[in-house]
């Protein structure tokens, strides 16, 4: 659906070089041009963004994911917002599809940085006046932002993705997922099954424990709002099979996969994956199972409201 008016040629969307196609899938939907400007790297590491068109009085939405590589991404979002200040332009809308610091949402050891906050402050330092992502790993980071943060839910396009079963279960791969993981539920209008997993380390995978709830008959559908190795998923899909699920499929919001995380999936019984175009530059070629779905329509909805004066709390319905 094209959100496209007269009121929103004012408006200019850039995109940073985690996001280049999600952000040309957002303009097209606007029916705008993505904003020039350019990024370049130097031999010693440092980065230099320019803006390269006049943004003075102008309401610009820079969208960009900090990952792949993390912190360069990160340091280049700082960039593009202080370069839009000092080009007087009137606002600028931080669009972070994909964050990847927001695991890191507490104090949960001695001596350890709460490295989300600390990102916070410095993308409001930097200049941004209001932010837009999508299914924060811990919505209460919205909480260390001073300015307007909205946290969009990839589970309505998840869903139709998944489509509906009168033999589906809805599985959530920990309890800390279970509250999202029952929204699903609800929607697909299947039962809820979670998963108990024990995370002992920073290795990035964890072991599955026991199952609550009866998958026995059914197809099962993990849902969880990332995954990098896809060992979390491929365990829980192995224990699902081995409690008598029928079939097993998978749906992620983030699919941010690394090193041997689609040899993992290929090996597993998920027959698919679906994942949304929130990272678009993994470093492994990703696995047939592997089905992407676009949340530029959210995107762009969420941009024409903001731009508009609108409330978009509707795109919070789930």
């Not at 809805?170 to 993981?181: E, H, L, N, T, W």
């Amino acid at each position: 659906m094209l959100v496209t008016g007269s009121d929103l040629e004012e408006l200019l969307v850039f995109s940073g070089s985690g996001s280049p196609r999600l952000t040309a899938a957002i303009c097209a939907h606007l029916g705008v041009e993505p904003g020039c400007g350019e990024v370049i790297r130097f031999s010693d590491g440092n980065l230099f963004v320019k803006v390269n068109q006049n943004v003075r009085g102008r309401h610009v939405h820079l969208v960009q994911s900090t990952v792949f590589p993390a912190n360069d991404n990160f340091m280049e979002l700082l960039f593009w917002i202080d370069a839009f200040k000092r080009a007087s332009a009137a606002s600028v809308t931080v669009l972070m599809p994909y964050f990847s610091y927001a695991k890191a949402d507490k104090k949960d050891e001695p001596r350890v940085s709460i490295r989300a906050r600390v990102c916070a402050q410095s993308i409001e330092a930097a200049g941004a006046d209001r932010v837009v992502t999508m299914d924060l790993h811990a919505p209460q980071i919205q909480g260390f932002f001073t300015r307007p943060v909205d946290d969009l839910y990839a589970l309505p396009v998840l869903a139709e993705a998944i489509g509906a079963s009168g033999d589906l279960v809805v599985v959530s791969p920990d309890a800390g997922f279970a509250k999202q993981a029952r929204k699903y539920a609800k929607r697909l209008g299947a039962p809820l099954a979670i998963a108990d997993k024990e995370r002992v380390d920073h290795t990035e995978t964890a072991r599955v424990i026991d199952l609550i709830g009866d998958v026995r008959g059914r197809d099962a559908v993990i849902v969880d709002d990332f995954t990098i190795t896809s060992g979390t998923l491929t365990e829980v899909a192995e224990c699902l099979i081995d409690r008598g699920a029928r079939s097993v499929r998978a749906a992620v919001t983030h699919g941010v996969f690394t090193g041997k995380s689609m040899e993992r999936l290929d090996s597993s019984p998920i027959s698919r994956l679906y994942v949304t175009d929130t990272v678009e530059n993994q470093p492994v070629r990703l696995s047939p199972k592997v089905e992407k779905v676009s949340v530029a329509p959210l995107f762009a909805e969420a941009i024409a409201r903001i731009h508009r004066r609108e409330s978009i709390s509707v795109l919070f319905e789930s």
